[in-house]
């Protein structure tokens, strides 16, 4: 890294390096400077996965039954957030740096992407996806569903990286510059890996947001976890049942996840602290 005095421009809550980025409706990230034993992560977390054990071992019958008929819905939904990752997050790098570029034309076209797919809830997106183009093209429920989420959560990454790039004071630019660098060098060289730090918390964030938002590809009948409770559910009339299990799972998942990106956030702030 270049070295740089300036202040990094704020953009919108927090990060562990000073500076702050919009997120939207993800999990709350735990601190990974926060070594307390008792927390509000560890309580969830440990109430979650004791609710769970106690209800299938005190009533068996039908909680345990329940949670034998969902293994398949969740590799369905871990398959399709993993997709979706897989293409969310280069979209939303290519967004970003759209968003930022010189280029009165691309600058234009990435901004307009941004607003459009923001403006339309992504269950309008995946039915339209699903639904409408197969008028013209057929496209199998799990394309759809990936297509559908990775637009939509492009979108929202796109701004993330955005604000990240931007919070990189101009000093290290001009320095990687003077150094003999050309654009591409310095974006990829100087700038992203310093701005890294500040984007991870809420590239994390959206990555979890997306593993919740894939019960919402129930409505192709595609196979995932919430589709495979309703199944069980419309079978047995065991409602409350059904969904009490399916948001434990969903809680535990998405509390493990968020400790994964604490713990990853942590590893990049030592590093970058060693060198």
């Given at each position: 890294m270049l070295d740089d005095k300036n202040t990094a421009p704020s953009t919108t809550t927090s990060s562990a390096s000073g500076n702050i980025i919009m997120v939207t409706?993800?999990?709350?990230?735990?601190?990974?400077?926060?070594?307390?034993?008792?927390?509000?992560?560890?309580?969830?977390?440990?109430?979650?996965?004791?609710?769970?054990?106690?209800?299938?071992?005190?009533?068996?019958?039908?909680?345990?039954?329940?949670?034998?008929?969902?293994?398949?819905g969740l590799m369905v939904t871990f398959e399709v957030t993993v997709l979706s990752i897989l293409c969310a997050v280069p979209l939303g790098l290519l967004t970003g740096l759209g968003?930022?570029?010189?280029?009165?034309?691309?600058?234009?076209?990435?901004?307009?992407?941004?607003?459009?797919?923001?403006?339309?809830?992504?269950?309008?997106?995946?039915?339209?996806?699903?639904?409408?183009?197969?008028?013209?093209?057929?496209?199998?429920?799990?394309?759809?569903?990936?297509?559908?989420?990775?637009?939509?959560?492009?979108?929202?990454?796109?701004?993330?990286?955005?604000?990240?790039?931007?919070?990189?004071?101009?000093?290290?630019?001009?320095?990687?510059?003077?150094?003999?660098?050309?654009?591409?060098?310095t974006m990829f060289f100087v700038i992203l890996p310093q701005a890294w730090r500040t984007i991870l918390p809420p590239v994390g964030n959206e990555c979890i947001a997306m593993l919740k938002d894939t019960s919402l590809v129930s409505v192709m009948a595609m196979p995932d976890l919430m589709q495979r409770g309703r199944s069980f559910a419309a079978k047995t009339y065991l409602y409350f049942e059904t969904y009490t299990i399916i948001a434990l799972i969903y809680l535990i998942i998405t509390l493990l996840l968020s400790k994964a990106v604490s713990i990853m956030e942590a590893r990049l702030n030592y590093y970058d602290k060693r060198k």
């Open positions: 409706d993800g999990v709350n990230i735990p601190d990974h400077r926060e070594w307390r034993l008792i927390n509000a992560w560890s309580l969830s977390l440990g109430g979650a996965i004791c609710a769970l054990l106690a209800l299938c071992f005190i009533w068996p019958d039908p909680y345990l039954q329940v949670l034998s008929f969902l293994p398949d968003r930022i570029s010189r280029n009165s034309f691309i600058n234009l076209a990435a901004s307009t992407y941004v607003e459009i797919i923001r403006g339309i809830p992504l269950l309008v997106q995946i039915f339209y996806i699903y639904y409408a183009l197969a008028k013209f093209l057929q496209v199998s429920g799990l394309t759809s569903a990936v297509i559908a989420i990775s637009f939509c959560y492009g979108a929202y990454m796109g701004e993330v990286f955005r604000a990240g790039i931007m919070a990189i004071p101009k000093g290290q630019t001009e320095a990687a510059r003077s150094l003999g660098f050309n654009r591409f060098q």
